[in-house]
């Protein structure tokens, strides 16, 4: 009823059954005390926060919208997630990295991704008509938050993307209309795990000892925006983020703007 996101409603069964494996019968007996003693559980097992606040959401959800009893999670509390910067790679990594995946198909999809800051997910769900090499744009439509934009093509991108198109084309890979990176099977698109592994790979043979992961690529295309004083509003649009406290984060990476902030504090000399 609600149209929530298959990965959401993934995540809310999962919570439910999680809970409901550790209370050994069905979770709508349960009590407030009950829901307490499963959160200590899982920190006793060393649940991640993200992983734990993730797992309240959905028992929110069940007890709340479901059963209609919100005084059972009365004694359920979030906890606060340790705030990490992004892993960010040089311009020289990234170049390194491409260089290193073996398959143009996934090559080509891991430079669509560093070069327009596309979420791994929004990659694999375009399809070919969402080019516009006219206008040098790419529709992204439904990306999270179920909000369509336009991301910039630049002309390196779009040769890329016409030389995938060629190859895949002469292949039968790409139908018309089709996915843009189809899957072995040209009806199904390809998958968000097959890209993350082509970048595990890549970054192992291109002796990258970063953590480096699709969304990697993201936050570096960010980072060397702002380093090349592109309005960060700008960046905002460009990424699909709602507040620009979001995308404020990568000021604290980015090198050159923060050398700008200390370089007129080296010049002073103490009174």
């Known amino acids: 009823m609600r149209k929530l996101a298959p990965k959401t409603r993934s995540a809310y069964i999962r919570a439910v059954r999680k809970f409901a494996k550790f209370l050994g019968k069905s979770p709508d007996t349960a009590t407030d005390e009950d829901l307490r003693r499963f959160q200590l559980h899982l920190i006793d097992q060393g649940t991640s926060p993200i992983t734990l606040n993730a797992t309240i959401v959905g028992l929110n959800f069940l007890f709340e919208v479901t059963l209609g009893r919100p005084e059972a999670m009365a004694k359920m509390q979030s906890v606060r997630v340790p ?6 790679l040089s311009k020289d990594e990234v170049t390194r990295l491409i260089a290193c995946v073996g398959h143009i ?35 992204v439509e439904q990306g999270k938050g179920h909000k369509d934009r336009y991301a910039m093509l630049s002309p390196v991108l779009l040769e890329r993307l016409r030389v995938w198109w060629r190859v895949a084309r002469a292949q039968g890979k790409i139908l018309e209309g089709g996915w843009l990176f189809p899957g072995l099977d040209p009806l199904q698109s390809l998958s968000t795990r097959q890209l993350n592994r082509a970048i595990h790979d890549a970054a192992t043979m291109a002796k990258i000892d970063k953590r480096v992961s699709m969304h990697t690529l993201r936050h570096s295309f960010a980072t060397h925006l702002l380093e090349q004083k592109v309005d960060i509003r700008v960046i905002q649009v460009l990424l699909g983020h709602q507040r ?3 995308t404020a984060h990568y000021v604290q990476v980015a090198t050159d703007v923060l050398r700008e902030v200390i370089s007129p504090l080296e010049t002073l000399q103490p009174s």
Do not use: F, N
């Open 83 to 88: 705030h990490k910067l992004p892993v960010i």
């Open 244 to 246: 620009l406290d979001t």
């Open 105 to 139: 198909k996934h090559q080509t999809a891991l430079s669509l991704a560093y070069g327009t800051g596309l979420r791994v997910g929004e990659v694999v769900a375009l399809k070919v008509g969402d080019i516009d090499s006219k206008r040098m744009t790419l529709r």
